[in-house]
C-alpha cells in the first residue's frame, strides 16, 4: 500500500521530451527517476512494515528452538500429561493449559457483562456529568501496575471471597455441584479468574463503549420513531449493530488475561494440578514461566519451560485467528453485509 | 423502473382542483390533525424555535420550507419529541396531536411514537433483512399475532411504499443490498407497518437522485389519501409539486403559512417573497 501511494505521490515533473511516451511507460520512468530521498523513505517505511511479523517469526523461532528437546522427548504426550516434576524430568504442561483457559475463562465470564452493562450505561443512560467520571475512573483501572492488583489480591480479594463467597458456596452447595466442592482455600482458580475480571474489564470496556457509541444515531432514532422502547432499541438495534465490535473487544479481554502473569501468579496458589473445584489451587502458563525460569535446575525443564511459551504462544494466536474469523463471519451473516 | 421520467408531466398542484381558489379552505377549516400553539425550543442556549403557532390539517400534505438553520427540522422532530434525544434541550409551549397534548407530563412518548411514523433525511435501515425492517414496528408494537398477518402488512406497506415489484423475490437478503433510493422507500415501508396517523419525513428526497426523488414525491401524493403528511424540504419546487398546504420557516419563527398555490403565487409577507423568488437562502 504504502509503496503504491508513494508511486502516486511522485512529482509529476520529468525530462523534456516525456510527453512523446505513453502513460505507462512515462509512469514506469517516474517510479525508477524518483528522488534519492523518496527511495530512502521508501525503504524506512518497509523496514518498519516488517519489523513487526519478522520480530514474531523470531520469537517462535527462539521457542521452538529451545523447545525441541522437550518437544523430542514427550511429544504430544506433553499436552495432556498432569505431572510436572522437575527431580525426576517427567514434564506435562496440562495442568498449565488448563489453569490458563479455566481461569481467562472465569474472567471473561465475570468481565463481559460487566464490561458492556457499563459502556451501555455511560452511552445510552448516563448524563454527560455522570458519564464523564465514570468513564475516567474505569480507564484508571488499566494503568494500575500487575503487581499492585496482585497485592490488593492478596490482602482483601482472596480473604474477601475465601470468606463470603467460597465457604458458603462450599458448604450450601458443595455436596452437589462438583465445582463448588472441597475446602475454600482462598488462593486458587476463582481467585486468579476474579483478580483477571477486575483487571480485563477496563479494556473490554473502553472498547465495547467506543463500538456501541459507533452506532450511528440514525439507527436509534428510527427504531425510537417506530415506537421502540429504549431497552428494545439498546437490545434488538444497538447490539446487533455492535455485535462484531463487541466480539472483539471480549477477544482483546481474553487475550490479555491468557497473557497476564504478575497479579495472577500471585492469587492462584501455583499447584501444578488440575484442580478439582474452583476453589482448588491452581497453576497458569505464564505463571510458571515467571516462577521457574530463573531457577530452571536442568536442560530438560529449560525446554520444557520453552514449550509452555511456544504452547502459549499458540494459543494467543489461535485465539486472535478466532476472533477474526469470528468477526468476519458475522459481518457477512444473514442481516448484515456491512 | 424506465428511465423517461426526467421531464415528467408536472403535477398539477394538488389544491388547484376543480374548486375555484377562492372557495377553497385554508388550514384552518379542514379537519385538524396536529396543532402548535406558541411553541418555542432551545438546544441548551440557543434557542431554535420563536413560540410557533400553526395547524396542520388532517390527510393533507403540509411543507416546512425555509433555509437552512431556520428550525423546520427542529420544529418536525418536536411533533414526535425526538429532539428530547439531545441532552441539554428543552421547549415551552404545545403541541398537540387530534386534541391530546404531545408534551403533558403523563403521555406516553413510545405509545406516541408508535402513532407517528418518521422518515429520515439519511435512509436509515437496520442492518437486517428486507423484511425484517418492514416488520420491525408491527414486532414492536405488537400488531401482528400471527405470522400470515405480519406476512400480509408487510407486503401491504411495501406495496404501499412502491416497492414491492423490486424486492418481492429477495425478502429476507439484507436491506443494505438495496440502492439509496430503494432503501428510502424500504424506510417509508416500515414507517408505514407501524400503522402510523402521522407520517413526518425530513428532507425524505434530499439525498437521492431526481429519478428516485421522483419516485418519493409519486408515493407521497398516493399516500396522502390515507395519511397526515408533514414534509420537510429545501426544495421549493417540491413543495410545490407535492404539498397542499406550505409553512415558511425563517430565523426560528413562522412567517406565512397557508394553501401552497397561494403561499407561492401571492405571499403576504415579504420574506416568504424573497426566499421564494430566490433573493436569499
Known amino acids: ?338 | 423502473m424506465d428511465a423517461q421520467p426526467l421531464q415528467r408531466p408536472r403535477t398539477p398542484i394538488p389544491t388547484a382542483a376543480p374548486v375555484p381558489p377562492a372557495q377553497q379552505p385554508g388550514p384552518a377549516a379542514l379537519p385538524t390533525a396536529i396543532e402548535a400553539r406558541d411553541f418555542s425550543f432551545w438546544y441548551g442556549a440557543n434557542q431554535a424555535l420563536n413560540g410557533i403557532s400553526l395547524v396542520i390539517p388532517d390527510r393533507r400534505v403540509t411543507a416546512f420550507i425555509g433555509p437552512s438553520g431556520c428550525g423546520k427540522s427542529t420544529f418536525l422532530r418536536s411533533i414526535n419529541r425526538m429532539n428530547e434525544l439531545i441532552p441539554g434541550t428543552r421547549h415551552q409551549g404545545d403541541v398537540t396531536l387530534r386534541g391530546e397534548s404531545v408534551y403533558r407530563g403523563e403521555v406516553d412518548v413510545v405509545g406516541l411514537r408508535r402513532r407517528i411514523g418518521m422518515v429520515f433525511q439519511k435512509s436509515n435501515p437496520f442492518p437486517k433483512s428486507i423484511y425484517d425492517n418492514v416488520a420491525y414496528g408491527p414486532r414492536v408494537n405488537g400488531l401482528a399475532r400471527k405470522r400470515a398477518d405480519l406476512d400480509e402488512l408487510v407486503e401491504t406497506s411495501l406495496r404501499s411504499a412502491a416497492l414491492w415489484d423490486e424486492v418481492s423475490d429477495r425478502l429476507h437478503t439484507s436491506a443494505l443490498g438495496l440502492s439509496g433510493g430503494q432503501q428510502q422507500r424500504l424506510c417509508i415501508a416500515r414507517a408505514l407497518a407501524a400503522q402510523p396517523d402521522v407520517l413526518l419525513m425530513d428532507e425524505p428526497a434530499s439525498a437521492l437522485d431526481p429519478i428516485a426523488t421522483q419516485k418519493i414525491e409519486e408515493l407521497i401524493y398516493g399516500l396522502k389519501q390515507q395519511y397526515t403528511i408533514v414534509i420537510v424540504t429545501h426544495n421549493m419546487q417540491q413543495a410545490a409539486r407535492v404539498s397542499d398546504f406550505t409553512a415558511f420557516f425563517y430565523m426560528g419563527s413562522l412567517v406565512e403559512m397557508g394553501r401552497t398555490d397561494l403561499l407561492f403565487t401571492t405571499p403576504k409577507e415579504d420574506r416568504t417573497e424573497a426566499y421564494i423568488t430566490g433573493r436569499f437562502g
Open chain 1, 1 to 338: 500500500m504504502t509503496a503504491v501511494g508513494e508511486r502516486d505521490a511522485a512529482p509529476a515533473a520529468g525530462p523534456p521530451g516525456e510527453e512523446a511516451k505513453p502513460a505507462a511507460v512515462r509512469a514506469a520512468m517516474r517510479w525508477h527517476q524518483s528522488s534519492r530521498s523518496d527511495r530512502a523513505w521508501r525503504r524506512l517505511l518497509v523496514g518498519f512494515g516488517l519489523t513487526i511479523p519478522v520480530l514474531l517469526v523470531g520469537i517462535a523461532a527462539l521457542l521452538a528452538h529451545g523447545a525441541w528437546p522437550a518437544l523430542k522427548k514427550f511429544g504430544g504426550g506433553f499436552l495432556t500429561g498432569s505431572q510436572w516434576d522437575p527431580v525426576s524430568d517427567a514434564f506435562g504442561g496440562w495442568p498449565f493449559v488448563f489453569g490458563t483457559l479455566a481461569s481467562s475463562l472465569i474472567a471473561v465470564l465475570i468481565a463481559v457483562p460487566l464490561s458492556i452493562g457499563l459502556a451501555l450505561f455511560l452511552t445510552e443512560l448516563a448524563p454527560r456529568w455522570l458519564a464523564a467520571p465514570i468513564g475516567f475512573a474505569t480507564e484508571l483501572l488499566a494503568a494500575i501496575p500487575s503487581v499492585v492488583y496482585g497485592l490488593w489480591g492478596i490482602f482483601v480479594l482472596v480473604p474477601f471471597l475465601r470468606d463470603w463467597v467460597e465457604t458458603p458456596l462450599s458448604d450450601r452447595l458443595g455436596g452437589h455441584l462438583g465445582i463448588f466442592e472441597g475446602p475454600a482455600y482462598g488462593p486458587g482458580l476463582l481467585s486468579g479468574g476474579v483478580i483477571l475480571a477486575i483487571m480485563i474489564v477496563p479494556f473490554v470496556s473502553a472498547v465495547s463503549r467506543e463500538v456501541i457509541s459507533a452506532v450511528p444515531r440514525a439507527q436509534r432514532e428510527a427504531a425510537l420513531a417506530l415506537g421502540a422502547t429504549r431497552w428494545e432499541t439498546t437490545w434488538q438495534i444497538v447490539l446487533p449493530f455492535a455485535r462484531a465490535g463487541l466480539i472483539g473487544a471480549v477477544m482483546l479481554g481474553l487475550g490479555r488475561a491468557i497473557g497476564e502473569t504478575m497479579a495472577v501468579t500471585m492469587v492462584i496458589g501455583n499447584t501444578p494440578q488440575v484442580p478439582h473445584s474452583l476453589f482448588g489451587p491452581a497453576y497458569t502458563m505464564a505463571s510458571v514461566l515467571a516462577n521457574e525460569f530463573a531457577e530452571a535446575s536442568g536442560d530438560v525443564h529449560r525446554s520444557a519451560l520453552m514449550l509452555v511459551a511456544l504452547l502459549l504462544l499458540g494459543i494467543t494466536l489461535v485465539i486472535n485467528a478466532c476472533a477474526r474469523a469470528l468477526v468476519w463471519h458475522v459481518n457477512r451473516g444473514p442481516g448484515g453485509s456491512r
